[in-house]
């Protein structure tokens, strides 16, 4: 039996309408029963099924009355029918029920999937496949050093964007002009940091990480390798202090002092990434003392310093690489070693990775064929007995040092371990010694103090064969691996020599 509609529903335009409409629902209902009964789909299904078809079908259902009004208001002008300016709503016409079932059914059926449709496409878009794979060349050094790190179970929404429609809607509205940037190629490399619209860390990070659960000491050991003929093991052993030596004691001693909920802690940065602090204040909130130290080697104008944005010390001021965290080759190396994915065997593997890691270069296809050619030409043409005799640790060492580099640099996004410093420790970069340089005094000479003590104690330091060990209670003075450094590197920070590419 043919179904009669509305006279007005008979155009071309309500025609198409009504096709892209039916095909856009069909598709989308097919791809959701494939995605369910095989339980398998990627980014770009999700985009198609929850975003893409959704908005060509809405398109579809407003071409329907669209061509409908558009049809009566020609008819109205030519004179073919007395109309009137209002539709007449005439339950006795079959063409009006017929619609008026048609129209209800589906719109009951456009409600629910819109429903179910609006509820994935939330959880679609607060994926981290989402975040990390549709951007694909942007988001991939992110997505990798994220899937590398600590948080590798946690959602980037978790600490990006935290629970709360507000917050949810802020980060999809800043999302739309980084869609536009992406769409248009207009995108800086590397993306710059800190990002100045990310959710306060107490909202965040605090949910897991919260002041009030005290920190104990940590045992740290780790592994370093000299850039000698042997790849000579240097072994350190360091009790971080965390927090205090007594639980009872809570925040009132060690690093997370500093989020100490009975203080503030505010600094001024003369640059983007918090690098240069000229100027702290230390606020007891229970005892009212205040102090402000300034940095006399910075000589920052009064006038200029008064202009600086005055922030409050949370965690991202420490750990602000906490899941995208670059690693630079003297460690990713070291680790490599370490796990013996490179022999320790392979006599100046350490100096000539560290050469190689070294240079820039402009494609990560580049690079790999550059390790590949770089590290076998060095031993052709200096050590030809080892070229000749440890080829198969020469290969596997190729193959590591490659899966290294594609983890943590990226030449297309141009992101390498220098160009994000990592605020914990203060090595590679200044870190803690953006305030503890013994530098920053108050009017009356309180001193923010450089002593390596007051973070961690050395417990053990030295060659494997030769290792210094503290009795007990006690701490070792620091000694500088190798012979040729002197007592210079007391004078000096760090990041001062250390590169990254240094043992």
Not at 171 to 178: D, E, H, M, V
Not at 295 to 316: A, F, H, P, S
Not at 416 to 440: A, M, S, T
Not at 480 to 497: I, Q
Request: aromatic share 10%.
């Amino acid at each position: 039996m043919k179904i009669k509609l509305p006279h007005s529903t008979q155009n071309w335009i309500s025609l198409i309408g009504a096709t892209i409409a039916l095909i856009s629902f069909s598709m989308i209902v097919f791809l959701f029963v494939i995605s369910l009964l095989l339980d398998k789909g990627n980014t770009y299904l999700g985009l198609v099924m929850y975003i893409a078809l959704p908005g060509v079908l809405v398109f579809g259902l407003i071409l329907i009355p669209l061509g409908m009004y558009l049809k009566t208001k020609r008819e109205k002008k030519k004179g073919a029918e007395d109309k009137k300016d209002l539709p007449v709503i005439d339950f006795n016409n079959i063409r009006t029920r017929n619609a008026f079932v048609i129209f209800s059914i589906g719109t009951a059926i456009f409600l629910l999937a819109s429903a179910v449709g609006s509820y994935e496409a939330f959880h679609y878009t607060e994926s981290v496949e989402f975040c990390g794979t549709l951007c694909h060349e942007v988001m991939k050094p992110e997505y990798m050093a994220y899937q590398n790190s600590s948080h590798a179970r946690v959602a980037c929404v978790d600490c990006h964007v935290g629970t709360g429609a507000g917050w949810y809607v802020k980060s999809k509205l800043s999302g739309l002009y980084q869609v536009y940037a992406v769409t248009v190629n207009n995108y800086p490399r590397p993306i710059p940091t800190p990002i100045s619209n990310l959710r306060p860390a107490r909202e965040t990070c605090e949910q897991c990480h919260w002041p009030e659960k005290f920190y104990a000491h940590k045992l740290r050991m780790e592994k370093h390798y000299l850039t000698d003929e042997n790849n000579t093991e240097w072994d350190i052993s360091l009790t971080m202090k965390i927090g205090a030596n007594l639980s009872a004691l809570g925040l009132q001693e060690g690093i997370h002092w500093h989020i100490n909920p009975d203080i503030r802690i505010e600094y001024k940065a003369t640059d983007e990434q918090r690098e240069n602090i000229p100027w702290v204040r230390y606020t007891n909130l229970k005892t009212g003392e205040v102090y402000i130290y300034e940095d006399k080697e910075q000589n920052v104008d009064v006038k200029i310093l008064e202009g600086l944005e005055t922030r409050e010390m949370d965690c991202m001021d420490c750990h602000n690489r906490p899941s995208h965290n670059y690693q630079p080759p003297s460690m990713f190396v070291n680790h490599a070693i370490t796990s013996g994915r490179i022999s320790k065997d392979l006599k100046h593997i350490k100096f000539a990775a560290m050469e190689i890691l070294g240079k820039e270069y402009p494609t990560t296809e580049i690079a790999m064929k550059e390790i590949d050619s770089q590290l076998k030409t060095f031993y052709r043409d200096n050590f030809p007995e080892i070229y000749a005799n440890q080829r198969t640790l020469l290969d596997q060492a190729v193959i590591s040092i490659k899966n290294e580099f594609n983890k943590n640099i990226f030449p297309e996004m141009k992101v390498r371990w220098n160009v994000y410093p990592n605020n914990i420790g203060h090595l590679e970069f200044n870190g803690c010694f953006r305030c503890h340089n013994d530098q920053h005094s108050t009017e009356k000479g309180k001193v923010i103090s450089k002593d390596c003590n007051l973070c961690h104690t050395i417990n053990a330091q030295g060659t494997p064969d030769n290792l210094e060990v503290a009795t007990i209670n006690s701490s070792l003075d620091f000694r500088h691996p190798g012979t040729d450094v002197g007592d210079e590197w007391k004078e000096m920070l760090c990041a001062d020599c250390h590169t990254g590419l240094n043992p």
